[in-house]
């Protein structure tokens, strides 16, 4: 058993499985916040309900998401000491840097976000859920900045040591702006948030559709399906468009394997779905005449660079890049046509209340928007392939020197049941919650058993 290739297997999976949730935690943060706000400009209790309700599925997906994201710290000491041992001056201060002042953010205003919803004024409660948003960012603008400093590293020198040559950070601010940086962190955060507005909108459909909740079920549209189809449009426009010059830029080898163009070429094709051939060096499929030249150089004529100027050695899987880009942008323009059909049921004398297809649609959106997140996380990472630091250090050059096979290949096993369990019980859990639906208030509870006068004085104070 080969220990090189089974620690990658065992970081895709380890990785891949931690992916899923993050990105659902700063979605859903961010429509939290939105809810908040609509609950202190018009003091109606439903808005409240609904911010207990999702605060629960908040509170699952943050649990699984900080249990998978720890093994990965460890992997790098047990599985990549080469690499640490090279990147560790400036990796390990953006990780150090992210736990020091993102996790303890985030972590030490989670207990009020849970527990305070009942015992902490409206205001005060807002507070700690923005708090704990604003650390879920936070955290994931430093672990994106150590991973876009990977990409394309800069402000660094190499240096001779005992143990051989490493990286040490001669500029913080080059290391922290380094180029890939801001359009990746925008691209990470305009799809997590497209991940959280599909969430509530697959929620919220599954309740019209099993006539549930329907006050509540309408209320998550109306905020979500907004957010869903502006960063649905941002995303394929704006923040993709950015990504593509970047990786023009700074990685031409990566550009050429996602859209498998062999040869230098003027006026080159975007493949819209297509198959590629390695060993015969050609690339089959339904394109567009031009669209590649214009999106990496803003210039329909301009010459991209083909894989064969490059040395071979240095192309990555070009199969696998190809599939998992053009997967990820077919669905990225199906989420703009999803948005859109669902602005055009609703205002279409609301009928997308009672749209049974389009509500199905909405449903299975969740599982769409993760599969699209995920497809661009492997293009970034297959992509680089085979440096795990561009142009500076190999990934086999960075697995540990001493590791056995057999070591990674029962960690590897051990993962995939642990993980297949964690997985199901997450989603027992989430279903048992979403099945649940949301509680009665307790102030509102209480309420219902007073006179009408004390009822109405205990409104006037909620609203206060």
Same mark, same amino acid.
């Given at each position: ?138 955290? &994931? #603008? ?5 991973? @876009?400093?990977? /990409?394309?590293? !800069?402000?660094? *020198?190499? %240096? ?63 905020? &979500? #399906? ?5 960063? @649905?449009?941002? /995303?394929?426009? !704006?923040?993709? *468009?950015? %990504? ?71 192309? @990555? ?82 697995? @540990? ?64």
């Amino acid at each position: 058993m080969n220990p090189e290739l089974l620690s990658r297997l065992q970081f895709a999976l380890t990785a891949s499985f931690h992916f899923i949730y993050p990105p659902i935690s700063m979605g859903l943060g961010l429509l939290l916040v939105v809810i908040g706000i609509i609950y202190l400009r018009t003091g109606d209790p439903k808005w409240r309900q609904i911010s207990f309700f999702w605060v629960k599925v908040y509170a699952l997906v943050f649990a699984m998401g900080v249990a998978t994201g720890i093994v990965q710290e460890f992997e790098f000491g047990t599985n990549w000491a080469d690499y640490s041992r090279f990147v560790g001056n400036i990796f390990g201060s953006l990780l150090a840097a992210e736990g020091i002042f993102a996790f303890f953010l985030e972590g030490g205003f989670l207990g009020l976000m849970l527990f305070g919803g009942n015992r902490l004024g409206p205001r005060m409660w807002f507070l700690a859920t923005f708090l704990v948003v604003f650390g879920a960012h936070f955290s &994931a #603008l430093w672990i994106i900045m150590a991973n @876009s400093w990977m /990409q394309t590293p !800069a402000g660094y *020198a190499l %240096q001779q040591t005992g143990g051989g040559v490493i990286a040490v950070m001669t500029s913080f601010k080059e290391v922290v702006f380094t180029p890939s940086f801001i359009p990746r962190i925008m691209h990470t955060w305009v799809a997590s948030w497209m991940v959280g507005a599909s969430l509530m909108l697959s929620v919220s459909a599954w309740y019209l559709l099993k006539n549930k909740n329907v006050d509540m079920a309408k209320a998550g549209i109306k905020v &979500a #399906l907004p957010f869903f189809v502006v960063f @649905s449009v941002l /995303q394929l426009t !704006a923040f993709g *468009a950015s %990504q593509a010059v970047e990786v023009t830029n700074y990685q031409p080898v990566k550009l050429a394997a996602m859209e498998g163009l062999w040869n230098d070429e003027a006026c080159a094709p975007m493949y819209l779905v297509g198959w590629v051939n390695v060993a015969a060096q050609s690339t089959t499929g339904i394109k567009i005449p031009c669209l590649l030249s214009l999106l990496a150089y803003q210039n329909p004529r301009a010459v991209v660079t083909g894989l064969n100027s490059f040395p071979s050695e240095t192309w @990555s899987p070009i199969n696998l890049v190809f599939q998992v880009y053009h997967l990820m942008i077919n669905l990225g323009g199906l989420f703009i046509a999803i948005g859109l059909l669902g602005v055009l049921y609703y205002f279409w004398g609301r009928r997308l209340w009672t749209a049974r297809w389009v509500l199905w649609i909405f449903v299975v959106s969740i599982f769409l928007t993760e599969l699209a997140t995920m497809s661009g996380w492997w293009t970034a990472e297959f992509g680089r392939q085979p440096w795990i630091v561009w142009n500076l250090l190999r990934t086999s050059d960075a697995v @540990s020197p001493l590791l056995q096979g057999f070591q990674v290949g029962a960690s590897v096993l051990m993962f995939v049941v642990l993980y297949a369990i964690l997985f199901i019980l997450f989603l027992y859990l989430l279903n048992e919650k979403i099945q649940h639906g949301p509680d009665p208030i307790a102030d509102e509870t209480a309420v219902s058993s007073l006179p009408d006068t004390f009822k109405e004085i205990f409104r006037r104070r909620a609203r206060a």
